[in-house]
């Protein structure tokens, strides 16, 4: 195995920013294609940038994140953080005791890892479920959490959703969903409610997934739980600086549905043109992703043998996706516990308008240099591990 632990995919990581540099140096930015759906945009204009110098900013930029984040999540207050983790770990600890238990419910395994670590901090047990008949609520309960779409865009079903919240609220307990892409996937797409429209008390989204955002967390819902909820953030941290914050505020505003409606058409094009040649892709709401297991059906199907992990299978296509094709995807680029599946995504700004054929040569060579080099662990690793 080439990657085995956290150390190991944190030195992938780095391996890959510093390809990203590289390309950015000799070729430019136009030779990198982001389909992460991980925007990671800062828009801001010269003149706001100069109020972040005074005490002046602040102000403003958190009172408009008030009026825009209600506005995007609904709810009655809204607090910003570092990153969405960063909001989950905030709400454990605020409402989350040694020896209580938190229940999630989400579409598909695997949920993100910052929930049952965040629960092992606190001390607190924890149990996911994907099937409605063996959820269950124990008496020592504080916290339900629900995902809206899972890290691989699988989206919950909206009955399904009101469900669990109902059963959480006959119980008195209070749910938080973990809507990092789905505040927007769940209601573009699917044309879903708000979550705290469906009964959500608390609600966290990444403003950098399919929104032209930062990488942060924007947090909504009862205000008394998020005042409880902010306290802790404070204590520990966890809170969004005024910068951040003013991208959050221009990520919103410049968010439309339209780049992810029209990926579902597009979508459906580049799905039948990977499928004549492929077995391994599947469809996901504005892309196609490989998952672990697919790839290796795909390997095994033309009867390729490796020594390679299943993983390690992963993140090499990733790299090589990268270093010679320029095509960003999360197991190249993600922080440790992040999904293995490659993940294109095409309502992404880089290939938005990007001829799908031009995208299928891309794939489709990389697919042939993946396999060769899958034959030889040592030249394998040397490029994972940069
Ligand atoms: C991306 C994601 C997170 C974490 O977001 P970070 O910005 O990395 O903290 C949490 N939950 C889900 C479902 C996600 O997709």
Request: charged share 30%.
């Amino acid at each position: 195995m080439i990657v085995n632990n956290s150390l190991d995919e944190v030195k992938k990581r780095e391996s890959a920013l510093k390809i990203i540099k590289e390309i950015i140096n000799d070729k430019g930015r136009d030779s990198l294609y982001d389909v992460t759906g991980l925007s990671g945009g800062f828009i801001a204009s010269d003149e706001e940038l100069n109020l972040l110098e005074t005490y002046v900013g602040p102000a403003i930029f958190e009172d408009e994140l008030q009026i825009v984040g209600k506005g995007h999540l609904g709810g009655e207050k809204v607090l910003a953080v570092n990153r969405t983790s960063s909001g989950i770990l905030a709400s454990i600890l605020a409402l989350v005791k040694e020896g209580d238990h938190v229940s999630h419910f989400l579409a598909e395994f695997p949920a993100h890892p910052s929930i049952p670590r965040s629960c092992k901090i606190v001390g607190a047990s924890y149990d996911e479920f994907i099937d409605i008949e063996k959820f269950t609520i124990p008496d020592n309960t504080s916290l339900v959490v629900v995902t809206g779409s899972t890290m691989d865009h699988k989206v919950i079903d909206e009955d399904l959703f009101k469900k669990v919240i109902d059963m959480a609220h006959e119980k008195d307990i209070p749910v938080l969903v973990d809507d990092a892409s789905g505040a927007r996937l769940r209601t573009a797409v699917f044309k879903q409610k708000k979550a705290t429209e469906l009964g959500a008390d608390l609600v966290v989204t990444s403003t950098d997934k399919l929104m032209p955002g930062p990488r942060g967390g924007l947090m909504a819902g009862r205000e008394d739980l998020i005042n409880e909820v902010k306290i802790k953030a404070n204590q520990f941290g966890l809170e969004a600086q005024p910068p951040l914050i003013l991208a959050m505020v221009n990520g919103i505003k410049n968010y439309t549905e339209d780049n992810l409606v029209n990926a579902i058409s597009r979508k459906e094009e580049f799905f039948d043109l990977l499928g004549k040649k492929y077995e391994m892709f599947e469809k996901t709401p504005t892309g196609v992703v490989v998952s672990e297991d697919s790839l290796r059906n795909q390997l095994d199907k033309l009867n390729i043998e490796t020594e390679l992990s299943q993983k390690d299978c992963c993140f090499l296509w990733a790299m090589i996706l990268l270093k010679d094709f320029g095509i960003i995807t999360i197991p190249a680029v993600g922080m440790p516990g992040a999904s293995a599946s490659i993940r294109i995504d095409l309502s992404t700004q880089d290939v938005i308008d990007m001829d799908l054929n031009v995208l299928y040569e891309k794939i489709d060579d990389s697919f042939e240099k993946f396999l060769k080099l899958s034959q030889d662990v040592e030249e394998s690793r040397e490029l994972i591990l940069y």
